[in-house]
């Protein structure tokens, strides 16, 4: 039984527990757990905040952080198990199916806002499909995370010779090694599992392509799991992982990315939240950083959707799930998609806002992921992002972190060994 399940059944025993109803405010009220609590994350989050409390709503935030979204997920089940919900919680992908099909996410509350909003005129079908459940809006979708790009300081590769960014493996490896030999971090990285799984699945995505990856890691096929090129991909992480910094054990993804910009290390590989970071530092794209897709992925696109699910909330509970309806409407509204993916370092949902994003004001990076979004959308590079619960479900994500991070971790693993094990596990999970 995954862990879903077993929250299920739990859940079946809950619902004997009265709901602790949050005392009303004039309006009504939104709690809102999630996970954004970063520098440049907590910018963004904010501006939600300001906006739904400036129609007059209380906003009760409810933000856990570290472990990308592990801890979070850990505290809103227990919520859950004990009758006491919160208005709207941060929740990607097929986790989203999952919480509906328990009947915890509210089928009704967003009718009425994304048939007044023309919600399904304005997202892409992938963005569309992944916060219905039963053909219904339960979550909101706030960004469009691009998860497959490597962030460069360039003053950094100057110095230590390299004249531009890797666009191949073999370049990357050839700018770390001059990276290490001008005493600079090649490659910064926090030694978490969400972490190693988001530098393996670019390099399964850099060798496999993206039908390979979308064989390995949506349709979790066994050939593709067991097969020389995940064999391959194995071998490049074990020689990717000689130019981390030995100290990363436990390291936050956002301490890493200080490195880049505080001139310590060359490069990063992590989705494009990272430039929140950039952002917040003062740092302009294309001057101070770069941003390129992970060598060998330029014609793919791994995509992370941040949503926020709405839960099903007693129906007296008429001012706060007024609350929840007007934060979902902000949320997707023009100016708050822009802002909040400036300050993100995201895209936006919208597909207007997509099409013309230099008049929006955004970036060289964020024009880049927008151009590459609408394209991979139509020739089978877009793909959804294993590591951050785009793909599947988490308890196949866990099992494939936990070999993963054995893996890296492991000086004598063995990549065929590892291929194998990961399909077991996988099997194991599912």
């Known amino acids: 039984m995954n862990a879903l ?3 299920a059944a739990a859940i079946s025993l809950a619902t004997l527990l009265p709901f602790t109803a949050q005392a009303a405010e004039s ?3 939104v709690e809102v757990v999630h996970w954004w609590t970063s520098g440049g994350e907590k910018a963004a989050v904010d501006v939600l905040k300001a906006q739904v409390e400036k129609d007059g709503f209380t906003w009760k ?12 997920m850990t505290v809103l089940k227990s919520r859950t198990v004990a009758g006491n919900p919160p208005g709207v919680a941060q929740i990607k992908g097929p986790d989203i199916q999952d919480w509906g099909s328990m009947g915890l996410l509210s089928t009704d509350t967003l009718k009425d806002v994304a048939k007044q909003e023309k919600w399904d005129e304005l997202l892409d079908k992938k963005v569309s499909d992944a916060v219905k459940y039963d053909g219904e809006y339960v979550a909101v979708p706030v960004n469009i995370h691009r998860v497959n790009w490597l962030w460069v300081n360039p003053q950094v590769l100057e110095k230590a010779g390299v004249a531009k960014a890797p666009t191949s493996l073999e370049e990357f490896y050839a700018a770390a090694d001059k ?3 001008a005493g600079f971090i090649a490659l910064a990285h926090g030694g978490q599992p969400w972490q190693d799984s988001t530098v393996f699945e670019n390099l399964v995505l850099s060798v496999m392509g993206p039908q390979g990856y979308e064989q390995a890691f ?3 096929d066994d050939k593709a799991l067991t097969g020389p090129e995940m064999v391959k991909s194995f071998t490049e992480l074990k020689k990717v992982a000689t130019y981390m910094d030995p100290n990363r054990a436990g390291r936050d993804w956002n301490i890493a990315a200080a490195d880049v910009i505080n001139g310590k290390a060359g490069m990063q590989i992590m989705g494009d939240w990272a430039k929140s970071e950039w952002t917040a530092a003062k740092k302009v794209a294309g001057k101070d950083y770069q941003c390129v897709p992970f060598p060998g992925t330029e014609k793919a696109f791994t995509y992370n959707v941040d949503s926020l699910a709405i839960f099903k909330l007693n129906a007296d509970r008429t001012g706060d799930i007024a609350a929840q309806q007007d934060l979902a409407k902000v949320a997707l509204g ?16 919208r597909k207007d806002m997509l099409a013309s994003m230099d008049k929006h004001g955004f970036d060289s990076c964020a024009q880049a992921s927008a151009r590459d979004f609408l394209a991979d959308g139509g020739n089978g590079g ?13 308890a196949v994500q866990g099992a494939i972190f936990d070999v993963v991070t054995n893996y890296i971790n492991d000086p004598n693993a063995d990549p065929a060994q590892a291929a194998k094990r990961l399909a077991s596990a996988i099997k194991a999970a599912r």
């Open 5 to 7: 399940s077993q929250l």
């Open 27 to 29: 309006k009504g009220s």
């Open 61 to 72: 935030d409810g933000a856990v952080a570290g472990g990308g979204g592990a801890t979070a």
């Open 179 to 181: 990276l290490k030999a």
């Open 218 to 220: 949506v349709k979790l």
């Open 334 to 349: 023009e100016e708050f998609q822009k802002v909040f993916s400036i300050n993100k370092g995201s895209i936006p949902v």
């Open 382 to 394: 877009l793909q959804p992002s294993m590591a951050h619960n785009m793909a599947t479900s988490l």
